[in-house]
């Protein structure tokens, strides 16, 4: 809804003009004040990847102002390691609980490195 209003305000704002809404106002009624942050929808595989690169080794510790679902920062500790952008030190156990955490003591790779510089 926020992003609609918004859209009002330029239409008149940058020139005269007028906004023609495709929807009813019942509809609009029913659209959410803002849309959710996107840390809360989307893979967080390239951010977490990234706060590594930049020397944050405990992410989950990182204090985000809106932080991912429960498990998300564990998926995407578990899909750096299987991309090769993160291993474990030489002898870590690879154990359910050593996976499930991103301070599992895992480096950042050469690759891995050169993945977070990509968009």
């Known amino acids: 809804r926020a992003s609609a209003e918004q859209r009002a305000g330029r239409a008149g704002r940058t020139g005269p003009g007028h906004v023609y809404r495709l929807y009813s106002s019942a509809l609009c009624q029913d659209l959410a004040e803002h849309f959710p942050p996107a840390i809360t929808t989307t893979p967080v595989d390239g951010m977490a990847l990234q706060l590594r690169a930049m020397g944050v080794d405990r992410v989950e510790n990182f204090p985000f102002a809106t932080p991912p679902p429960p498990g998300a920062l564990a998926e995407a ?17 690879a154990t359910v609980a050593a996976r499930a955490s991103s301070a599992s003591g895992a480096v950042l790779t050469k690759e891995g490195r050169r993945m977070a510089t990509l968009p």
């Open 77 to 93: 500790h578990a899909t750096l390691l299987a991309v090769g952008a993160l291993r474990r030190p030489d002898g870590a156990a």
